[in-house]
């Protein structure tokens, strides 16, 4: 089993639309982050929380909500999707101090 | 959050080494220089850190400059598969909350490998 799991891994939605994106990790790690990547534009923080009690914004949050439902799983909302949301959507989690983050493989999604 | 500034695309080829620098000048004493690398269609993968002194690992060699405010990535031999964006980014590893917890990259390096 990969150690972050994303689903789904492509998805098409309408302008409007609420979506869920979904994360879940194995290693046991207390932080657990989303990024959206644009062409060009590298990887830019969304949110990122430290505990199933501690959720924090990133660079650009406007338009997403996320949800600690556990240690393991962090899901990342859409209440109206919009075209510019269309991105390559990915989740990553690490333990504390001095170790390695670990991505799952991506959520491609496009919003029409 | 420091920052760090990498080139947007280098050139190699197969099995000669490539070394890939990083300009980090704002650095604070605290920050501990990591490397991520994204190969095509997959999310980025852990390369490599250090604070002070080179580092040596399976995947590659850091070199950090004296005054640490520059740093370079060695890939020994690169080979097709190491053809991806590597990213250098800065990481506060002390504990402390916000700042660098939250792990943020820049447009990295897009390295071309030719057969």
């Known amino acids: 089993d990969a150690d972050v799991t994303q689903t789904p891994r492509n998805r098409i939605t309408k302008t409007g639309k609420r979506i869920m994106l979904e994360c879940s990790q194995t290693k046991g790690h207390d932080r657990m982050y989303w990024y959206r990547q644009d062409p060009g534009l590298g990887l830019r923080l969304i949110y990122y929380s430290f505990d199933v009690k501690d959720i924090n914004k990133g660079e650009i949050s406007d338009g997403y909500s996320v949800s600690r439902q556990a240690q393991a799983k962090f899901s990342l909302s859409l209440e109206s999707a919009i075209p510019n949301q269309t991105a390559l959507y990915f989740c990553?989690?690490?333990?504390?101090?001095?170790?390695?983050?670990?991505f799952g493989q991506g959520t491609r999604l496009t919003v029409v | 959050d420091a920052k760090t500034t990498q080139p947007n695309s280098m050139e190699s080829n197969e099995e000669e080494p490539v070394h890939l620098p990083c300009n980090h000048s704002t650095i604070s004493g605290t920050d501990y220089i990591h490397w991520y690398r994204q190969l095509p269609s997959q999310g980025p993968e852990y390369v490599i850190h250090g604070l002070t002194s080179n580092v040596n690992n399976r995947m590659a060699s850091l070199a950090i400059a004296e005054d640490r405010k520059s740093s370079t990535l060695i890939l020994h031999r690169a080979t097709l598969r190491d053809a991806a964006v590597y990213y250098c980014?800065?990481?506060?590893?002390?504990?402390?909350?916000?700042?660098?917890?939250?792990?943020?990259f820049g447009k990295g390096t897009k390295l071309t490998v030719n057969p």
């Open positions: 980014i800065l990481r506060d590893d002390l504990g402390t909350q916000g700042g660098s917890e939250k792990l943020v």
């Open positions: 990553a989690t690490r333990g504390p101090m001095n170790t390695e983050a670990f």
